[in-house]
């Protein structure tokens, strides 16, 4: 969970950063986004490339005690990040924008508790120790 995670954060940091400068960029080649707009695009991209390619790149490793809880954590935290990328193109009916406000009015907790285990993770993380079969 720990680096996948913290690379969606550092996305999230990139798109920040580069989303205004790359859209008209991407634009000019001739890609057209009506909705949701192509800004939203190239920020809900910049967001989740990094984890992406960490997740392609880095070796597998499962954790079965917690892979449920860090699938929750990783999906919270992409789901909050990009949210206001995509809320443009989201069209809720009104029980789901009762539930969608409440979740926003924590984004930052979620962000940040998100943020925090993933550290935590990365700190605490132990390699698995493995053993060879064929020793006696």
């Known amino acids: 969970m720990g680096v996948p995670t913290l690379a969606l954060a550092a996305g999230a940091v ?12 991407i634009a000019s080649t001739g890609v ?15 967001t989740l490339i990094p984890a992406f390619i960490l997740m392609i790149r880095a070796p597998r490793v499962t954790h ?6 860090t699938s929750v954590v990783f999906a919270m935290l992409a789901a909050m990040l990009t949210y206001g990328a ?6 809720l009916d009104s029980a789901s924008t009762q539930y969608v406000t409440q979740l926003l009015a924590y984004d930052k907790y979620i962000i940040t ?13 132990k390699k698995p120790v493995i053993r060879d079969r064929h020793k006696k």
């Not at 990139?14 to 960029?25: C, I, M, Q, R, V």
């Not at 995509?86 to 069209?91: G, K, Q, R």
């Open 14 to 25: 990139l798109a920040k950063l580069w989303t205004d400068s790359l859209t008209p960029l």
């Open 32 to 46: 057209i986004i009506v909705r949701p707009p192509l800004s939203s695009m190239v920020a809900i991209a910049l």
């Open 64 to 69: 079965h005690h917690h892979s449920w809880f």
């Open 86 to 91: 995509f809320a443009n193109a989201v069209i």
């Open 113 to 125: 508790t998100g943020i925090v285990l993933a550290l935590l993770d990365v700190v605490f993380y």
